[in-house]
């Protein structure tokens, strides 16, 4: 029985869509553990020993179980350019958005990846975007003024424009990391592009936190919750969920996994109310299943109908067929 569901091109191996899924879940509390590892560590401190250790991590599981591959010479420059957008851009627009937003407004707006997503393949990969992927960025968008607009932090401090802007670049760096992943998935594993991208992305790092974190690094005081919140980010965010993120992408696409973002905004405010305490007002509630509305209708599947002649013993009528689905 599986053997047939998996030649048929509408269903995957269920490991996958398991995998993609648990990958959200790191994702989604990796907010979480980041707002707890800003009280000790600064933002570029904190990015490179996550970045450190997990590349440390994937080399050695990699070597270790044979998985890790030698990039060809040509696909260096594809390497860097992933890298320049994931985790450098990427993680400068994450980490330093959720010193100045919740992490659950945060997961919010990084959730709209996949509504965004349709716009840059229709000009780069000539992906055609249908009506309900329109809807469905309308919406989000919607949804998202909602909660920014409703929602103060804890500290009493409100979101910013700031904040936004630094999460907007966020989003717009996972997306066309999105497309170079794409391009790489098709030669190699999701070990090899995850360990080279974490270990390229320390270099790019590198001056930032000389310069900036270096001098303050004899003042910090170690927290054990931050240190234990580094580590969880390291091994479940940055190692496990991107390798099982780039699995996915390799397997079933850019669009069909990024549809999965739509769990983030919920397992972020879950895991925000169980450990940081932050209370969801009415229009945060509203604002949340606005966007994740939004999220789905953008990757609804329509179906065209045609009208058709039915002939039957000389009487004709006129019947309505359905194709295949417009996607």
Request: proline share 3%; hydrophobic share 55%; with cysteine.
């Given at each position: ?206 001056p930032f ?62 895991f925000a ?18 966007v994740i ?35």
């Amino acid at each position: 029985m599986f053997s047939t569901i998996r030649q048929h091109k509408l269903f995957q191996p269920i490991t996958t869509y398991a995998a993609i899924i648990i990958a959200m879940i790191f994702f989604g509390i990796s907010y979480v553990w980041t707002n707890i590892a800003m009280r000790t560590f600064p933002v570029l401190t904190l990015l490179e020993l996550r970045l450190s250790i997990s590349a440390v991590l994937l080399f050695a599981f990699g070597y270790l179980s044979r998985y890790m591959q030698t990039p060809r010479r040509e696909d260096i420059k594809w390497f860097l350019l992933m890298a320049l957008f994931e985790p450098f851009l990427y993680f400068i627009g994450e980490t330093y958005g959720l010193t100045r937003v919740s992490p659950t407004t945060a997961s919010v707006v990084i959730s709209t990846i996949p509504l965004f997503a349709p716009v840059v393949a229709y000009f780069l990969l000539k992906e055609r975007v249908t009506w309900a992927n329109i809807a469905g960025i309308v919406l989000s968008v919607g949804g998202v003024i909602a909660i920014v607009t409703g929602h103060q932090s804890q500290s009493g401090a409100e979101t910013d424009s700031i904040g936004l802007l630094l999460l907007a670049l966020a989003v717009v760096s996972a997306i066309f990391y999105s497309v170079v992943l794409k391009r790489l998935s098709a030669h190699y594993n999701g070990i090899t592009i995850v360990g080279y991208q974490n270990l390229i992305g320390i270099f790019f790092f590198m001056p930032f936190f000389i310069h900036f974190d270096g001098p303050k690094l004899s003042h910090l005081v170690l927290r054990a919750d931050s240190v234990e919140s580094v580590l969880m980010l390291a091994v479940f965010a940055s190692f496990i969920a991107f390798v099982l993120f780039a699995e996915a992408v390799r397997r079933i696409g850019v669009t069909r996994s990024n549809v999965f973002c739509n769990l983030m905004p919920a397992i972020t405010a879950v895991f925000a109310a169980l450990i940081l305490h932050e209370v969801l007002a009415f229009q945060q509630m509203v604002g949340i299943a606005i966007v994740i509305g939004g999220l789905f209708v953008s990757q609804m599947q329509l179906r065209k109908r045609t009208r058709t002649a039915v002939c039957k013993s000389g009487n004709c009528q006129t019947a309505v067929i359905e194709n295949k689905k417009i996607e």
